[in-house]
Structures are given as C-alpha cells and as structure tokens.
C-alpha cells in the first residue's frame, strides 16, 4: 500500500466471485498474498475439483475463503443418482457452500426448487439461472419468476448464467452483452440478491458503470481480481469519471 492516503475507502462492497480452472495450491498462495482481501467465494469450476490432485492440500490453502464447486459438476451428480454421496463428498472436504444449476440437465422446476430447500438445510446454497446453450433467448419473465422462486426456496444468491467466457445467458453467443434484459432483470429483481457472472474485463467496466461499483460479480479470473478492485475504486481510466467524479455513464 502506499505511503500517503487518497481518502478512498478500503473496499467499496460487492461480491467478488473468482473462478478457478485448476490453479495450484501455490498459484493460489500467491494470489491470495496480493489480492486475497477482495476475494469473497471461489468457485472451482464446473467438474475440475473432482479430477484435482491433493484437493484437500489445495482446500487448506483456500481455508479463509468460501469454496464452492461448479453447478455443473451438480448436474452431472444429479444426473448420475449420487446426491446423497456428493452431500457426504461435500462435508468429508469441510465446504459449507454448494451451487445448484440447471443450464446443461434438464431438472424438473419443482425438483430443483425441492434440492434447493434440501441443500439449503446443511450448506449456504447458491442457485443459477440460465441455459449454458447460447443459442436459448432468455425470457426475462421466466428469469424473474425463476430467481424469485430460488430465493424463497432457500437460496443465498442467484447467479445469472454467463458461461466462464461469456458466450450464453446474459450474453449474446458472440459474446455481447445483453444490456437491456439486464437492465430489465436487475430492476425487477434488485440488485442485492444476484451475482452477475462477468469474466470479461467489457463485462466488468458495464456493470460497475451501470450499477455501481458495489454490484456482485462472478466468474472472474484470479488474475483480474486486483483489475476489478481498480474499476470498483475509480482508479482505472475505464470507471474513473463515473467511481470518483460522480459522472453518469453513456447509454449502453
């Protein structure tokens, strides 16, 4: 830190969800050294912590911080008959977060509202909403619906679906964003509820741009959680009129 002050405060809020692909226990070692204060959950990402060795020695290193693993990686265990399995999987390596999807497996709306509830009883349960198929229009009516239902089943958050490269959901298979139905989706639903999966920098600089620097996103990469603290605080060109000179954002 430097030795004089900005007057800035020392974070400005938001959730900053990090996805990992199979970093090391010593690659996260690292990044929890220089930028582990604004981490907030890490998820490892869809089916990668069940093919990671020393998982539990990564896990120690990992211990300040909620860990949670991919929804997907849920579909494929819900898929294969073994939730009672992965609950015990889940306890055995000390998670207390797990994250329920739908994108890829078709599960029955009631079903996955009832697994909410369940998980909910014994983890801090994190749903998503979305097709990780790009070619599926989201329906901003069904997402409302859907979020509000997740929620009231017991859900913390609501991870709107973006895919870890932003190419579904929230975006467009070309990978822009979806900036109106987003708009739509956080009026309707606010803002405290949600995490926005955001792994492009675009995507970043959008959301802060439009809904503040204290605006929950997912999905970024480890090595973009100081770049994000910079656009959160104003201290990139991308968010400085807007963070600290209080200007309104061009129209998306």
């Given amino acids: 830190m430097p030795a004089f002050s900005l007057g800035l405060p020392a974070r400005v809020g938001g959730i900053t969800h990090v996805i990992d692909k199979g970093l090391g226990q010593r690659g996260w070692a690292d990044v929890l050294e220089t930028s582990g204060e604004y981490i907030d959950l890490v998820k490892l990402g869809w089916g990668t912590a069940y093919v990671t060795g020393n998982l539990k020695r990564k896990l120690e290193v990992l211990r300040e911080k909620p860990v949670v693993i991919g929804g997907t990686f849920f579909e494929v265990v819900y898929a294969r008959g073994a939730l ?18 739908d994108g890829t497996v078709d599960i029955p709306r009631e079903g996955k509202l009832e697994l909410i509830a369940d998980f ?34 017991g859900a913390w958050k609501v991870i709107t679906e973006a895919r870890e490269g932003g190419t579904a959901g929230t975006f467009t298979a070309g990978g822009e964003m979806r900036a109106d139905f987003v708009s739509a989706l956080a009026a309707d639903s606010g803002l405290d509820d949600l995490i926005f999966e955001a792994p492009t920098k675009a995507a970043q600089v959008w959301f802060v741009k439009r809904f503040g620097p204290g605006v929950n996103l997912g999905n970024i990469p480890p090595d973009e959680v100081i770049p994000l603290e910079t656009l959160r605080r104003g201290l990139r060109g991308d968010t400085l009129r807007e963070v600290l000179l209080g200007e309104q954002p061009a129209p998306a």
């Fill in 84 to 101: 009672d399995g992965y609950k015990r999987w889940l306890v055995d390596l000390g998670l207390t977060h797990v994250e329920i999807s």
């Fill in 120 to 153: 909910a009883r014994d983890f801090t349960v994190l749903s998503e909403v979305g097709s990780k198929n790009s070619a599926v229009e989201p329906d901003l009516d069904d997402w409302t619906a859907w979020i509000r239902e997740e929620l009231d089943a």
